[in-house]
Protein backbone atom coordinates (compact mmCIF):
# COMPACT_ATOMS: atom_id res chain seq x y z
CA UNK A 1 0.00 0.00 0.00
CA UNK A 2 1.08 3.62 -0.65
CA UNK A 3 1.73 5.32 2.99
CA UNK A 4 0.88 9.06 2.32
CA UNK A 5 2.25 11.64 5.14
CA UNK A 6 0.85 14.61 5.87
CA UNK A 7 3.06 17.39 7.76
CA UNK A 8 2.57 19.29 10.07
CA UNK A 9 -0.31 17.75 12.15
CA UNK A 10 -1.79 21.32 12.83
CA UNK A 11 -1.20 24.82 12.23
CA UNK A 12 -1.93 28.18 13.07
CA UNK A 13 -1.85 31.04 10.52
CA UNK A 14 -3.10 34.70 10.88
CA UNK A 15 -6.21 35.85 8.84
CA UNK A 16 -4.75 36.94 5.13
CA UNK A 17 -1.62 34.86 5.56
CA UNK A 18 0.09 32.14 3.83
CA UNK A 19 -0.64 28.19 4.62
CA UNK A 20 1.27 25.39 3.33
CA UNK A 21 0.59 21.94 4.25
CA UNK A 22 3.23 19.44 2.77
CA UNK A 23 2.08 15.42 1.84
CA UNK A 24 5.07 12.68 0.92
CA UNK A 25 3.83 9.22 -0.75
CA UNK A 26 6.06 6.50 0.37
CA UNK A 27 6.26 5.58 -3.58
CA UNK A 28 6.09 7.78 -7.17
CA UNK A 29 1.99 8.72 -7.72
CA UNK A 30 3.29 9.79 -11.29
CA UNK A 31 1.97 7.63 -13.90
CA UNK A 32 4.29 7.43 -16.68
CA UNK A 33 1.70 6.90 -19.78
CA UNK A 34 0.01 10.25 -19.30
CA UNK A 35 2.55 12.40 -16.83
CA UNK A 36 -0.18 12.82 -14.63
CA UNK A 37 0.23 12.41 -10.72
CA UNK A 38 -2.53 10.76 -9.23
CA UNK A 39 -3.04 13.08 -5.55
CA UNK A 40 -6.00 15.09 -4.81
CA UNK A 41 -6.53 17.16 -1.58
CA UNK A 42 -9.90 17.67 0.45
CA UNK A 43 -11.08 19.98 2.52
CA UNK A 44 -13.24 18.82 5.85
CA UNK A 45 -15.03 21.40 8.50
CA UNK A 46 -16.67 20.46 11.86
CA UNK A 47 -19.78 18.00 11.19
CA UNK A 48 -19.55 17.91 7.44
CA UNK A 49 -17.91 15.50 5.13
CA UNK A 50 -14.93 16.10 3.14
CA UNK A 51 -14.65 18.27 0.68
CA UNK A 52 -12.85 17.51 -3.22
CA UNK A 53 -10.34 20.88 -3.65
CA UNK A 54 -7.71 19.51 -5.95
CA UNK A 55 -7.13 16.97 -8.07
CA UNK A 56 -4.31 15.47 -10.46
CA UNK A 57 -2.07 17.14 -8.08
CA UNK A 58 -2.60 20.57 -9.42
CA UNK A 59 -5.87 21.16 -11.25
CA UNK A 60 -8.63 23.26 -8.90
CA UNK A 61 -12.13 21.79 -9.00
CA UNK A 62 -15.19 24.28 -10.38
CA UNK A 63 -15.91 26.66 -7.82
CA UNK A 64 -13.36 26.41 -5.30
CA UNK A 65 -11.48 29.65 -4.66
CA UNK A 66 -8.05 30.66 -7.06
CA UNK A 67 -6.89 31.12 -2.97
CA UNK A 68 -6.02 27.05 -2.51
CA UNK A 69 -3.31 25.72 -5.64
CA UNK A 70 -1.71 22.43 -5.63
CA UNK A 71 2.24 21.47 -6.29
CA UNK A 72 4.63 19.09 -6.90
CA UNK A 73 5.24 15.78 -8.43
CA UNK A 74 6.36 12.12 -7.90
CA UNK A 75 6.22 12.10 -4.18
CA UNK A 76 6.42 15.32 -2.65
CA UNK A 77 3.17 17.64 -2.78
CA UNK A 78 1.94 20.64 -1.41
CA UNK A 79 -1.26 22.55 -0.63
CA UNK A 80 -0.55 26.42 -0.49
CA UNK A 81 -3.77 28.57 0.55
CA UNK A 82 -2.85 32.43 -0.18
CA UNK A 83 -4.65 35.14 1.91
CA UNK A 84 -6.26 32.89 4.71
CA UNK A 85 -10.09 33.63 5.33
CA UNK A 86 -11.60 32.36 8.32
CA UNK A 87 -13.96 30.17 6.59
CA UNK A 88 -10.90 27.97 5.72
CA UNK A 89 -10.56 26.64 9.33
CA UNK A 90 -10.65 22.64 8.71
CA UNK A 91 -9.12 19.95 8.12
CA UNK A 92 -6.88 19.40 5.16
CA UNK A 93 -6.60 15.60 3.56
CA UNK A 94 -3.94 14.35 0.75
CA UNK A 95 -5.14 11.32 -1.18
CA UNK A 96 -3.27 9.12 -3.81
CA UNK A 97 -5.52 7.10 -6.30
CA UNK A 98 -2.32 5.40 -7.97
CA UNK A 99 -2.86 2.29 -6.46
CA UNK A 100 -6.62 1.86 -4.72
CA UNK A 101 -6.80 4.91 -2.29
CA UNK A 102 -5.42 6.59 0.44
CA UNK A 103 -5.40 9.21 2.94
CA UNK A 104 -2.96 11.38 4.27
CA UNK A 105 -3.52 11.67 8.30
CA UNK A 106 -4.65 15.12 8.05
CA UNK A 107 -3.56 18.83 9.03
CA UNK A 108 -5.71 20.87 11.02
CA UNK A 109 -5.75 24.73 9.99
CA UNK A 110 -6.67 27.16 12.23
CA UNK A 111 -6.46 30.98 12.85
CA UNK A 112 -3.50 32.53 14.98
CA UNK B 1 -27.96 18.16 -7.14
CA UNK B 2 -26.49 15.52 -6.50
CA UNK B 3 -27.69 13.63 -3.23
CA UNK B 4 -26.06 10.60 -1.64
CA UNK B 5 -28.23 8.83 0.85
CA UNK B 6 -26.86 6.68 3.68
CA UNK B 7 -29.02 4.33 6.12
CA UNK B 8 -28.62 1.27 8.03
CA UNK B 9 -25.93 2.07 10.60
CA UNK B 10 -26.12 1.33 13.98
CA UNK B 11 -25.02 -0.49 16.87
CA UNK B 12 -23.67 -4.05 16.45
CA UNK B 13 -21.97 -6.87 18.43
CA UNK B 14 -18.57 -7.47 17.66
CA UNK B 15 -18.61 -10.92 15.52
CA UNK B 16 -22.17 -9.34 14.29
CA UNK B 17 -22.90 -8.19 10.97
CA UNK B 18 -24.52 -5.25 9.56
CA UNK B 19 -25.48 -3.50 5.59
CA UNK B 20 -25.61 -0.58 4.49
CA UNK B 21 -27.21 1.50 1.85
CA UNK B 22 -27.00 4.45 -0.28
CA UNK B 23 -29.69 5.88 -2.38
CA UNK B 24 -28.10 7.89 -5.30
CA UNK B 25 -29.51 10.93 -6.89
CA UNK B 26 -28.80 13.83 -9.33
CA UNK B 27 -26.59 12.01 -11.81
CA UNK B 28 -26.24 8.79 -14.02
CA UNK B 29 -26.10 6.91 -10.70
CA UNK B 30 -25.34 3.67 -13.87
CA UNK B 31 -22.68 4.93 -15.36
CA UNK B 32 -20.70 5.92 -11.85
CA UNK B 33 -18.10 4.42 -10.19
CA UNK B 34 -18.66 4.34 -6.18
CA UNK B 35 -16.56 3.39 -2.53
CA UNK B 36 -16.97 3.48 0.54
CA UNK B 37 -15.09 5.26 3.20
CA UNK B 38 -14.79 5.34 6.44
CA UNK B 39 -13.99 8.40 9.34
CA UNK B 40 -13.05 7.13 13.28
CA UNK B 41 -14.30 9.43 15.31
CA UNK B 42 -11.68 12.36 15.59
CA UNK B 43 -9.69 10.49 13.24
CA UNK B 44 -8.56 10.44 10.01
CA UNK B 45 -10.03 8.87 6.74
CA UNK B 46 -9.63 5.40 5.40
CA UNK B 47 -11.02 4.11 2.55
CA UNK B 48 -12.81 1.00 2.23
CA UNK B 49 -13.39 -0.37 -0.63
CA UNK B 50 -14.87 0.52 -4.21
CA UNK B 51 -17.09 -0.69 -7.21
CA UNK B 52 -16.86 0.11 -11.16
CA UNK B 53 -19.54 0.92 -13.04
CA UNK B 54 -21.06 -2.57 -14.64
CA UNK B 55 -19.75 -0.93 -18.30
CA UNK B 56 -16.60 -1.23 -16.93
CA UNK B 57 -17.09 -4.94 -15.53
CA UNK B 58 -18.36 -4.07 -12.21
CA UNK B 59 -15.40 -5.00 -9.96
CA UNK B 60 -14.70 -4.20 -6.50
CA UNK B 61 -11.26 -3.76 -4.75
CA UNK B 62 -11.19 -3.69 -1.10
CA UNK B 63 -9.17 -2.20 1.57
CA UNK B 64 -6.79 -5.20 3.16
CA UNK B 65 -8.30 -4.74 6.75
CA UNK B 66 -11.88 -5.44 5.24
CA UNK B 67 -11.06 -7.57 2.36
CA UNK B 68 -13.14 -11.53 2.78
CA UNK B 69 -15.46 -9.93 5.61
CA UNK B 70 -16.78 -6.89 3.73
CA UNK B 71 -18.67 -6.54 0.40
CA UNK B 72 -19.61 -3.87 -1.90
CA UNK B 73 -22.51 -4.23 -4.46
CA UNK B 74 -24.89 -2.16 -6.50
CA UNK B 75 -28.23 -2.15 -7.70
CA UNK B 76 -28.88 0.26 -10.90
CA UNK B 77 -32.62 -0.44 -11.28
CA UNK B 78 -32.79 1.24 -8.01
CA UNK B 79 -29.67 4.01 -7.51
CA UNK B 80 -28.24 2.02 -4.93
CA UNK B 81 -25.12 0.84 -3.58
CA UNK B 82 -24.64 -1.25 -0.42
CA UNK B 83 -22.10 -2.68 1.75
CA UNK B 84 -22.34 -5.95 3.33
CA UNK B 85 -20.03 -5.91 6.55
CA UNK B 86 -19.72 -9.32 8.17
CA UNK B 87 -17.80 -10.50 11.41
CA UNK B 88 -17.09 -6.80 12.54
CA UNK B 89 -14.43 -5.99 14.87
CA UNK B 90 -14.57 -2.95 17.28
CA UNK B 91 -11.98 -1.33 15.27
CA UNK B 92 -14.55 -0.74 12.50
CA UNK B 93 -16.19 1.70 14.60
CA UNK B 94 -16.62 4.43 12.45
CA UNK B 95 -18.66 6.61 10.43
CA UNK B 96 -19.59 5.55 7.00
CA UNK B 97 -19.21 7.42 3.78
CA UNK B 98 -20.63 6.84 0.61
CA UNK B 99 -18.82 8.39 -2.65
CA UNK B 100 -19.11 9.04 -6.35
CA UNK B 101 -15.79 8.87 -7.94
CA UNK B 102 -14.79 10.43 -10.57
CA UNK B 103 -11.91 9.17 -13.16
CA UNK B 104 -10.88 6.34 -10.88
CA UNK B 105 -10.00 7.63 -7.53
CA UNK B 106 -11.33 11.06 -7.27
CA UNK B 107 -13.78 11.33 -4.98
CA UNK B 108 -16.35 14.29 -6.20
CA UNK B 109 -19.37 13.61 -4.05
CA UNK B 110 -19.90 12.18 -0.39
CA UNK B 111 -22.76 11.44 1.53
CA UNK B 112 -23.44 12.74 5.31
CA UNK B 113 -22.49 9.79 6.75
CA UNK B 114 -24.02 7.18 9.05
CA UNK B 115 -22.67 5.78 12.36
CA UNK B 116 -21.71 1.93 12.22
CA UNK B 117 -20.57 1.42 16.56
CA UNK B 118 -19.34 -2.27 17.26
CA UNK B 119 -19.31 -2.62 20.67
CA UNK B 120 -20.36 -5.69 23.29
Known amino acids: DIVMTQSPDSLAVSLGERATINCKSSQSVLYSSNNRNYLAWYQQKPGQPPKLLIYWASTRESGVPDRFSGSGSGTDFTLTITSLQAEDVAVYYCQQYYSALTFGGGTKVEIK | EVQLVESGGGLVKPGGCLRL?????????????MSWVRQTPGKGLEWVGRIKSNADDGTTDYAAVVKGRFTISRDDSKNTLYLQMNSLKTEDTAVYYC???????????WGQGTLVTVSS
Open chain 2, 99 to 109: TSLMVRGIINY
Open chain 2, 21 to 33: SCEASGFTFTNAW
